[in-house]
Each structure stands twice: as structure tokens, then as C-alpha cells.
């Protein structure tokens, strides 16, 4: 077993190795962290989206902007679009699973807020619709998904996509991407 962990721990490791590297994944990170800097500065929002262990990485990722990440400091408007548990249950009764996104970002999107939504594969449909009512309001859309980006990657302004196909070192490198983002977000806009 001991063999095998250590496996685990060596292929994560191996994925973030290529992620340092990746000046184009890179460049786009510093894209979205300027954007989100400017989405802020100007009065704007970031909303999330994601299903299973990407709905927990969402709704971590919005925490941190809420509420703080290093800095004791004034919240920033984040949030994860299904973290009301009514709502959800409601609009995919009424209207099916696939909207229950996309209503919420016609309902509290504007011109320059900002949509991230997580999908290794990228091909989740709730998420897909998100994307199309975000980019009809002029919303700026980030893509985080695995190798291939799927049908979400013609959708993104920004797409992030770890060059793997293995879902739970996908998160991992979520997580991570997420956290340079929210702490560089932060300092800039906070550190002095």
C-alpha cells in the first residue's frame, strides 16, 4: 500500500511539474487574475458554477474572495450558484438540471461580471448553458477544465485546461490554479 500512495503522490506531483511549465496556461492565468481585478475595481461580480467535487472546489474558490484569504480585509461579491439547496432542487424539477445555472446568471449576471465554471471534462450541459446565457450578457467566461477543454473551450474567453485526463488530479490542480488566482486577486487589490 505504501508503494501505492506514493504513486498517487508522484502522479500529482508530476501534473503540477507540467503545469509550471506551461507558459501558455500561464499567460492565461495572468489574464483571468487581471480580469477579475478589473471585474472588482469596477463594481463587478464573480460567479461560479460546477457539479460534484467541482461544485466543492466552486464554492471553496468563492469563499475565499467572500471572505479573505490572507489579508483581513473587505469582502469581494463571490459565488458559488448552487449553494441554495431550494433553488436547485426547484428550477431542476421545474425546468431541468440544465438550467439550474443558467437561470441564476441571467438572474444576477451584468456586462463584465465574471463566470467561472470547473468541468474536467467540459462537457457538463448545465454548465455548457451557464456559459451561453453569460457570454449573451456580456459577461467575461473562464473555462477550468481537463486536456481536451470539451465543448466548453468554444464557450470560454479564458479557458484553463490541465493537460490530463485523470479527474481527481484535474481537482487537484484546480484547487491550486484557484488559489494563485484568489491570492493574487487579493494582493493587488489589498496590499496597500
Known sequence: METRIKSIIQSSINLKTKVLYDLELIETIQKVVAQIIKCYEGGGK?????????????????????????????PLFAEALHVNSSY????????????????LVLAMGSKNDILIGLSTSGNSNNILRAFSEANSLGMITVGLTGKSGGLLKEKCTYLLNVQSTDTPRIQEVHILLGHIICELVEEKLFKD
Open 46 to 74: 464573480v460567479l461560479f458554477c460546477g457539479n460534484g467535487g467541482s461544485a466543492a472546489d466552486a464554492q471553496h474558490l468563492a469563499a475565499e474572495l467572500s471572505g479573505r484569504f490572507y489579508f483581513d480585509r473587505h
Open 88 to 103: 436547485v432542487t426547484a428550477v431542476a424539477n421545474d425546468y431541468g438540471y440544465d438550467e439550474v445555472f443558467a437561470r
